[in-house]
């Protein structure tokens, strides 16, 4: 009943833009899950903190969906009210050797417009698939980059729809996760970067595009990187030794270029690439004594 009474709030303001019962499999890269119970596009920060403060008032559940690259839903979905942010978090604010970008900005798009103009410090996040937004939750980085040591401030709401600021001194980063205020959502990020020569910077984002296009599968539908590498190691490695790469469950498998990858083949359910985990972490336990984590986020109803 809370959830029909957030629709009918909603629908007057988004009109088009609240769905219910959207196949969030069209909303992830992994092309993976099952409906969203409730899937609203907020364009604005105003429309944003409307979602969050009814939602609130009706004990309805929020999930963030961000740009879905990083994230495994359930088959069953997500119960609740999803947000994917729209319009206005899209945009992007160059200033001297700073940019503040929504948290719907595509992180590789930003990388690339900092080298055209000069400016190092996201090299690292070229091929980076996903928004700022899912970058900063994650942490995400590669190759010796990583998103907490260039953020200055983040902007955003917290649960009851209020604005809220966290400086650099606020924020808490550790190995892929930014530790963030219980049902905070961020909407925009600066990033503090520094002038260098643009054919220098150059070089190095092609260094990390070279790499990345060498070592990861391309093409077939995926979620990134899904272990997190154990201390003084890397997951890939420990996959492979147990035997696994190609290994196939339904629709899923380890891919055969990058172990700590497992691809979709265009028919893969969320229990395929989950029964797929259980297996790595299994094998590898047995094999090597490390127990991997998941980086990719589970979500929804299994």
């Given at each position: 009943?809370?959830?029909?009474?957030?629709?009918?709030?909603?629908?007057?303001?988004l009109?088009?833009?609240?769905?219910?019962?959207?196949?969030?499999?069209?909303?992830?890269?992994?092309?993976?899950?099952?409906?969203?119970?409730?899937?609203?596009?907020?364009?604005?920060?105003?429309?944003?903190?409307?979602?969050?403060?009814?939602?609130?008032?009706?004990?309805?559940?929020?999930t963030?969906?961000?740009?879905?690259?990083?994230?495994?839903?359930?088959?069953?979905?997500?119960?609740?009210?999803?947000?994917?942010?729209?319009?206005?978090?899209?945009?992007?604010?160059?200033?001297a050797?700073?940019?503040?970008?929504?948290?719907?900005?595509?992180?590789?798009?930003?990388?690339?417009?900092?080298?055209?103009?000069?400016?190092?410090?996201?090299?690292?996040?070229?091929?980076?698939?996903?928004?700022?937004?899912?970058a900063?939750?994650?942490?995400?980085?590669?190759?010796?980059?990583?998103?907490?040591?260039?953020?200055?401030?983040?902007?955003?709401?917290?649960g009851?729809?209020?604005?809220?600021?966290?400086?650099?001194?606020?924020?808490?980063?550790?190995?892929?996760?930014?530790?963030?205020?219980?049902?905070?959502?961020?909407?925009?990020?600066?990033?503090?970067?520094?002038?260098?020569?643009?054919?220098?910077?150059?070089?190095?984002?092609?260094?990390?595009?070279?790499?990345?296009?060498?070592?990861?599968?391309?093409?077939?539908?995926?979620?990134?990187?899904?272990?997190?590498?154990?201390?003084?190691?890397?997951?890939?490695?420990?996959?492979?030794?147990?035997?696994?790469?190609?290994?196939?469950?339904?629709?899923?498998?380890?891919?055969?270029r990058?172990?700590?990858?497992?691809?979709?083949?265009?028919r893969?359910?969320?229990?395929?690439?989950?029964?797929?985990?259980?297996?790595?972490?299994?094998a590898?336990?047995?094999?090597?004594?490390?127990?991997?984590?998941?980086?990719?986020?589970?979500?929804?109803?299994?």
């Amino acid at each position: 009943m809370s959830l029909a009474a957030l629709h009918q709030r909603l629908a007057p303001v988004l009109g088009e833009r609240v769905r219910a019962g959207e196949p969030l499999a069209r909303h992830t890269s992994y092309r993976i899950g099952g409906p969203a119970d409730l899937l609203v596009r907020p364009d604005t920060v105003d429309e944003l903190s409307l979602v969050l403060r009814d939602a609130r008032t009706l004990g309805v559940r929020v999930t963030l969906l961000g740009g879905g690259s990083n994230m495994l839903v359930g088959d069953g979905g997500i119960r609740g009210v999803v947000v994917k942010l729209g319009r206005d978090f899209r945009r992007v604010d160059w200033q001297a050797n700073a940019v503040r970008a929504g948290t719907a900005v595509q992180l590789g798009r930003l990388a690339r417009g900092a080298v055209a103009r000069g400016l190092a410090g996201l090299e690292h996040a070229e091929g980076i698939p996903g928004t700022v937004g899912g970058a900063l939750f994650m942490n995400a980085g590669a190759y010796g980059g990583e998103v907490a040591g260039i953020v200055e401030k983040v902007e955003g709401l917290d649960g009851g729809g209020d604005s809220l600021a966290l400086g650099r001194d606020a924020l808490a980063f550790t190995y892929r996760r930014a530790h963030l205020p219980v049902g905070f959502v961020a909407t925009a990020v600066t990033f503090s970067l520094r002038p260098d020569e643009p054919d220098v910077v150059r070089e190095r984002m092609d260094g990390v595009r070279a790499r990345r296009l060498a070592s990861q599968p391309q093409g077939a539908p995926n979620a990134g990187s899904i272990f997190k590498n154990p201390r003084g190691d890397h997951a890939g490695r420990l996959i492979e030794a147990a035997g696994l790469k190609g290994w196939r469950v339904g629709g899923a498998r380890f891919s055969e270029r990058h172990a700590n990858f497992i691809v979709n083949d265009g028919r893969a359910r969320a229990v395929d690439v989950h029964a797929l985990m259980a297996i790595a972490q299994r094998a590898v336990w047995e094999r090597s004594g490390v127990w991997l984590e998941p980086e990719v986020r589970l979500v929804g109803s299994w």
